[in-house]
T-cell receptor
Framework: EAQVTQNPRYLITVTGKKLTVTCSQN?????MSWYRQDPGLGLRQIYY???????DKGDVPEGYKVSRKEKRNFPLILESPSPNQTSLYFC?????????????FGDGTRLSIL | KNQVEQSPQSLIILEGKNCTLQ??????????LRWYKQDTGRGPVSLTI?????NTKSNGRYTATLDADTKQSSLHITASQLSDSASYIC?????????????FGRGTQLTVWP
């Protein structure tokens, strides 16, 4: 079954404790992306990647890092989490953006930073 | 500035009724426009994707229209069902960058009452 898998689904942690949210897709997609979703603000893009070792900033990259060492994986790293990063995070993948292919989203990771 | 505006912000309709959601954008150069449905607590799911040359596309009871000249799109839902209750998100892709920059609307929250 084609899917995008995020882990963990839920996490409560404290300020400053480094964390990684993993994202994996099994569709051999080139394009992967991370979003955060906050009430009233909709989805905002954090980082995206067109292919292995090719990443770029989205709208709200501050406080986040990503890496794309393998095509299937695109982890999101919070080096020193802060309470304003409490949010619902989604990872997505597609075979192409400009070509009009749909994005497949994971089920989300709800992060609470205390 | 590239933006995507959706209206209304929220909408309540009775089961069986039709409704139309609006999306206006200023993204240029335009590549494609997508409508997504997002159930509470889940990742968005693609409903339709339209490129510059397409002015209507259907997916079951969902019909999207696009007027690239006025930069407007609409999503029409026919014979609404309780399961249509969700947030509907309009997303426009920018053809200007090689990686395909995405611009998200904040969504329309639709509630269908029995």
């Amino acid at each position: 079954e084609a899917q995008v898998t995020q882990n963990p689904r839920y996490l409560i942690t404290v300020t400053g404790k480094k964390l990684t949210v993993t994202c994996s897709q099994n569709m051999n997609h080139e394009y992967m992306s991370w979003y955060r979703q906050d009430p009233g603000l909709g989805l905002r893009q954090i980082y995206y990647s067109m292919n292995v070792e090719v990443t770029d900033k989205g709208d709200v990259p501050e406080g986040y890092k990503v890496s794309r060492k393998e095509k299937r994986n695109f982890p999101l790293i919070l080096e020193s989490p802060s309470p304003n990063q409490t949010s619902l995070y989604f990872c997505a993948s597609s075979s192409g953006q400009v070509s009009g292919q749909p994005q497949h989203f994971g089920d989300g990771t709800r992060l609470s930073i205390l | 500035k590239n933006q995507v505006e959706q209206s209304p912000q929220s909408l309540i309709i009775l089961e069986g009724k039709n409704c139309t959601l609006q999306c206006n954008y200023t993204v240029s150069p335009f590549s494609n426009l997508r409508w997504y449905k997002q159930d509470t607590g889940r990742g968005p799911v693609s409903l339709t994707i339209m490129t510059f040359s397409e002015n209507t596309k259907s997916n079951g009871r969902y019909t999207a229209t696009l007027d690239a000249d006025t930069k407007q799109s609409s999503l029409h839902i026919t014979a609404s069902q309780l399961s249509d209750s969700a947030s509907y998100i309009c997303v426009v892709t920018d053809r200007g960058s090689t990686l395909g920059r995405l611009y998200f609307g904040r969504g329309t929250q639709l509630t269908v009452w029995p």
